[in-house]
């Protein structure tokens, strides 16, 4: 079946300690996104990729960084992670334009944990 | 301010019974509205859409319901099963931007009870 992984499902790492996070996809879908979402809230977009083209929203910390080396792959880069940021990082996929466009498909999420 | 609300954190139905699902929408410009459900340990999955020329789409026991004037929308689940047991998030986008672009409500949390 055609999906999103996510790796490593669950991270802790210590206070100022860099982090990276996976996402990896199988359907050849143009466009990348990673949520943050935290205990009883909806998912916030951090940034997204539209094909190479990295569109960042207008709040995201300097903190968060991301890469796509190509179609499949993108990562999370928490540079220097602070209590703030322990959370649930979802990564998602859609379709640039056409029928479905405008729906989601989720990975399971890296549950990071900072102490 | 949050432009798509789910008022009620959570709610608990008997099997079989209908589950209803709130959310409510601020911004008339919003066009397009989804429905995810997501399981502990697991990511949101989408389940059920409606465009905002329409005020009612079904798929088998899951039916959204969309009223602009009221901005306002409801999903309904007959009969509700315990495997319905599971977050649901609304959703509100515009049509013709990236799905990425979706506001999310906070979700509702269903317990379905055998």
């Known amino acids: 079946d055609a999906m999103v992984i996510q790796n490593p499902r669950y991270q802790v790492t210590q206070f100022g300690k860099p982090v990276t996070l996976s996402c990896s996809q199988t359907l050849n879908h143009n466009v990348m996104y990673w949520y943050q979402q935290k205990s009883s809230q909806a998912p916030k977009l951090l940034f997204h990729y539209y094909d190479k083209d990295f569109n960042n929203e207008a709040d995201t910390p300097d903190n968060f960084q991301s890469r796509r080396p190509n179609t499949s792959f993108c990562f999370l880069d928490i540079r220097s992670p602070g209590l703030g940021d322990a959370a649930m990082y979802l990564c998602?996929?859609?379709?640039?334009?056409?029928?479905?466009?405008?729906?989601?498909?989720f990975g399971a999420g890296s549950r990071l944990t900072v102490l | 301010d949050q432009q798509v609300k789910q008022n009620s954190p959570s709610l608990s139905v008997q099997e079989g019974r209908i589950s209803i699902l709130n959310c409510d929408y601020t911004?008339?410009?919003?066009?397009?509205f989804l429905w995810y459900k997501k399981y502990p340990a697991e990511g949101p999955t989408f389940l059920i859409s409606i465009s905002s020329i329409k005020d009612k789409n079904e798929d088998g026991r899951f039916t959204v319901f969309l009223n602009k004037s009221a901005k306002h929308l409801s999903l309904h689940i007959v009969p509700s099963q315990p495997g319905d047991s599971a977050v649901y998030f609304c959703?509100?986008?515009?049509?013709?931007?990236?799905?990425?672009?979706?506001?999310f409500g906070d979700g509702t949390t269903l317990t379905v009870k055998p």
């Open positions: 959703a509100a986008a515009h049509i013709n931007t990236n799905a990425g672009k979706s506001t």
């Open positions: 998602a996929t859609s379709r640039a334009k056409g029928k479905g466009a405008n729906v989601l498909t």
């Open positions: 911004n008339s410009m919003f066009d397009y």
